[in-house]
């Protein structure tokens, strides 16, 4: 299949990485006047065969889209409420082709489609993290799946296409109740463990934070209070979490427990350790914060630990917008 990514970004280049080696074509869509390496070194930790991870090497050939370019799908893994940058490309450049939302918002569905415009979309979440070094080598995890809207609501034609491409990569698909709540869901656990490894201000080495957290489980058992209360701002927004129990269990049970409980995962599944610390950006890390914290504040909700811990951390950063 002839597949288009928006940029060079890590979770797009990630995954076309792997649908290359399965034999897709793989362009990517670049602003004009960009330098555009020939081809990218790879290192993968790759989850899919092997439930500890493989370390692998490897060449990924880079090849940009042309304008006025038809493709079977477009990948688009934005951060930071650039979604409607992106369509605005894509419409500019007159790309055709499925858009694949690989990205996280707080976006009701409605606001969605209204940036999405008349292209045919479908949700989806990438289980997979990285970093591009200095070097320009790609340093990233993939895990065995993504998760993927429904069929009966993406309501795109070509869903069984989407699936055999995703079948040809060995990547699974995991489909929950709703994608948009599933993220919803998502950014508030993310925006709760955030808050806590950054709990005295400083944000500026995520890292070293993630490693300092997976490391204490005092620090995780508050982490796991922090989530209780963030999962708060979903649950005002009118999703009923005990459908999605299989997300929040581990922040039911008491938080002592849940915090050895984590210690010990991080200790025993390199997959889930390494995607904790490759994950640096700064400026999208804040913004998931930064908008379950707008929507508690805006509801009234009482979120003591997580305002108190992301106070500290808006006093300190300087992040341009």
Known sequence: MKIAVLGLGVIGTTYAYALQKAGHETFHIVREGKNVPSSITVHLLDGRYNPKGEEKDGDYSVMTASQNEEYDFILISVASGKLKEAMRTLRDRNHKGTVILFCYF???????????????????????????????????????????????????????????????????????????????????????????????????????????????????????????????TVSARGVELKKYNNEIFPYKIPALIAGIAMKKLFAGNELTSRIMTLHNDVKDIVYGCRCVYDEGKRLGLELPLFYGNMDKVFSEIKIDS
């Open 106 to 232: 707080w976006n009701e569905r409605k606001e969605v489609e209204e940036m999405i415009g008349d292209f045919e979309y479908i949700t989806a979440f990438p289980t997979a993290g990285g970093h591009m070094e200095k070097e320009g080598k790609l340093n990233c995890v993939l895990f065995d799946h993504i998760m993927l809207e429904s069929r009966e609501k993406a309501r795109i034609k070509n869903y069984n296409e989407l699936v055999s491409m995703l079948d040809s990569a060995d990547i699974k698909q995991e489909i929950p109740l709703d994608m948009f709540e599933w993220i919803w869901i998502h950014m508030a656990i993310n925006a709760g463990v955030t808050s806590t490894a950054a709990r005295e201000g400083n944000i500026d080495d995520p890292n070293r934070l993630a490693r300092e957290l997976m490391a204490d489980s005092k620090a995780l058992t508050m982490a796991v209070k922090c989530i209780r209360e963030t999962l708060k």
